[in-house]
DNA sequence: CCAATAGTGTCTATCAGACATTATCTA
DNA sequence: TAGATAATGTCTGATAGACACTATTGG
């Protein structure tokens, strides 16, 4: 049998297949805090329960995996987020009730301003602190994909500058500097963090200044090698 | 409705779902080369092209991903291999010809010794050198996950221990040094490269010595701390 | 002895941590 | 001016790179 005999012939149906889902932890970082964007489910299973943005792939609307949870993240918030990355792929018999399933995992940053909107319009979706979601009993492992994600981007502070992606687009270095240590949990020093960032040369000044504290901050946008560069040390955890 | 009445009347079949596969990237090294395990295909689609070890994931079988690609590695080389690390999901409509599909795609590392008896028992499979791997026309995107696996190995030589995997229990620190060179793909500092290794006390002396060239080297174990353990700073590409 | 590979001593360069200091604002 | 936050100067410490050196083998 010739291959296009065979692809005429085979029949999905045929086969126990899981099921398969992707879901997004989108962090932000608003008012001092560490936030992350939660859904209420209204279906079961789980039904009620918070839960990760996200959702079956739709093979007729979704290309592949990425565009699957952008497409996810963008009927939540009204917006293509800016940084988005997989952590890995959860795959168990127990994790869905349904069955055998997988999940692609997303971790994803956005500036909190840019998506209020769309999550008003939304009233099942709403941003919780990060450390008051991970007390929540969460659908299916979503607990577990929090875990991961937040551990991911405690590394990611450790030796880039990645999380200024969930800043907005101008932005201060105290400011940054406090979101890394969030995420790092615990404090960095303020010469290290800065020197580092200046001599990779991975912002730009705008020019203007912001008055949060006594003397006013310069403000600063990524630049686009931001987004690949990381440092070859890390900071002290 | 309930969520037990829900799951009751729940129908998988009623949902076009992708295919969910796990694909895995066996590296070894031997006689100073870094080698990869391909698997020649003998069916459709992709017949007769070489491809990493994977396949479909079998739900009676597998109760995880991870547990599905220890499956397929140990049906090929006939044991369980000490590093198994996930890459991440690959899914899209186009790499698969019999539709929508999801490959969980894993890096592993094992010693040629080990699996020299069960891989020659079958005929399909066999090691290539990594090099002449990058040439071949894999099945499917088998190409780019090898690349990704060999970027993620290059990866692990500058800030950790682990291509020690490939290596056989005992082995001496030239060896694993010349390993690095390849996965990084140029000339590491030998003092350097020692002196972290020492420092960090990730490796047990055997108290045994083996010759290769003039002087006979030290043979080494990998301390468990080793799998995990990972160096603040990376040495020099 | 030489050639070859294994392994070390030691200096320098780089970059993070510590911490004092200066700068710029409000009240 | 005091108090607060922003930003810098400068010293120290850790660790990687460079490179010369010693060590151990076979021929």
Redesign the pocket.
């Known amino acids: 049998m010739d291959e296009e005999s065979y692809l005429r012939s085979y029949r999905k149906e045929d086969y126990d297949l899981p099921l398969v889902s992707v879901d997004s932890v989108l962090f932000t970082y608003f008012s001092g805090a560490l936030l992350v964007l939660l859904v209420q489910r209204g279906e079961h299973p789980d039904l009620g329960h918070w839960s990760l943005p996200g959702g079956y792939v739709d093979q007729s609307l979704d290309s592949d995996l990425e565009s699957a949870a952008r497409r996810k993240l963008r009927e939540k918030t009204g917006v293509d987020v800016p940084y988005l990355e997989q952590l890995g792929a959860y795959g168990n018999q127990s994790r869905d009730k349904r069955g055998w399933s997988v999940t692609v995992a997303y971790a994803a940053l956005v500036a909190h301003q840019d998506c209020q909107p769309g999550i008003q319009s939304v009233s099942d979706t709403r941003w919780f602190s990060c450390d008051e979601a991970a007390t929540l009993e969460l659908a299916f492992d979503h607990a577990h994909l929090l875990e991961a994600a937040r551990e991911r981007m405690r590394q990611k502070a450790l030796y880039s500058v990645l999380p200024g992606y969930a800043l907005p687009e101008e932005f ?4 940054l500097q406090r979101l890394h240590e969030i995420l790092v949990g615990g404090a ?9 960032i ?2 990779a040369g991975l912002l730009e000044e705008t020019g203007r ?1 912001r ?8 403000l600063y946008r990524l630049k686009d090698r931001s987004r690949e560069h990381t ?6 955890p």
């Open positions: 201060t270095l105290p400011e960095l020093t303020t010469k290290s963090f800065r020197r580092r200046e001599q200044k008055r949060e504290g006594a003397r006013p901050a310069m440092f070859v040390r890390n900071l002290e």
